[in-house]
């Protein structure tokens, strides 16, 4: 069994959450047949055919056809028989799709971050693969990991640790290595990379506490640590551990101030200190 805590069980609470989002993508569903008769085919298969959270996300995931050896009906058979027996995963997968939605302008309808969004259907991809790296499946969950490559341009290794709350936006080329671990409520743009620093082996990738904002571009590498709450401005590339609520800009990146909020992640705070900045950039304060 998954050993990862939190995605073996369900709570009463999930379980209701699992269901709002899922009544509000029907709901969004139905619109977009009516408004949008040549997409029906497609509503009709990922939503409103489908039983249940878990069996739409499985057939969306699916869909997107890849290797003539494998069909995508067995893919999603196969999805829906991991959230059977981890059933956690389905939460989270709501839990993600949350997050999105309200961090995410572009994302006013929940309906299209499920069917549309990269971001989120290679993160969903990667939980997947991540519990068949868990279970000792790793010929299926590498397979995963290369499939999600090709299609979404974002490249995770099976056994890297994400939490919950996760938004990829826009998510294209980025890279997350095999011993990174990432926390809760975490956002991430394009071209993020949470790498090594050379051929090394072992605990040797970034990890990545509750609350950080990674902006586009910014390469964190080495076995080092994103304290709780920091944000990463975009284009930095980051070589050394990062204090909880602050804020670090350049190459290589230095320490510019703090974090308008607690959670710059959820509020998307991608903005920089202005007091001294240059001043800071540039290693004269």
């Not at 006013?108 to 290679?122: E, I, S, V």
């Amino acid at each position: 069994m998954d050993t990862t805590p939190g995605f073996s069980i369900l709570s009463d609470s999930d379980i209701q959450i699992v269901k709002s989002v899922w009544e509000s993508i029907r709901v969004s569903a139905r619109r977009m047949i009516e408004e949008n008769p040549v997409l029906k085919p497609l509503g009709q298969y990922a939503v409103l055919e489908s039983a249940d959270f878990a069996t739409g996300l499985s057939r969306v995931l699916a869909r997107q056809h890849l290797d003539i050896y494998v069909l995508s009906r067995d893919l999603a058979e196969l999805f829906r028989s991991v959230y059977e027996q981890a059933p956690g995963l389905v939460a989270v997968a709501a839990a993600d799709l949350v997050s999105v939605t309200s961090r995410d302008p572009a994302a006013t309808d929940p309906l299209y971050p499920f069917l549309h969004f990269k971001g989120y259907h290679a993160l969903q991809l990667h939980r997947i693969a991540h519990w068949f790296w868990q279970n000792g499946q790793k010929d299926t969950a590498v397979f995963l990991q290369n499939r999600s490559s090709i299609l979404y341009a974002v490249d995770i290794h099976p056994a890297a640790k994400i939490g919950k709350g996760i938004m990829f936006d826009h998510a294209h080329s980025i890279v997350i290595g095999e011993t990174a671990v990432v926390g809760d409520n975490v956002s991430m743009l394009h071209e993020v990379t949470l790498g090594g620093t050379g051929k090394e082996r072992g605990d040797r990738h970034p990890k990545v506490r509750n609350g950080v904002m990674i902006g586009a571009g910014a390469k964190i590498l080495g076995n080092i640590e994103i304290g709780e709450g920091a944000s990463i401005a975009a284009g930095s590339v980051v070589l050394n551990s990062v204090p909880a609520h602050t804020t670090v800009a350049g190459v290589p990146a230095k320490v510019v101030g703090k974090p308008k909020f607690a959670t710059p992640a959820v509020e998307m705070d991608q903005t920089l200190p202005e007091a001294s900045l240059a001043a800071k950039l540039l290693g004269r304060a």
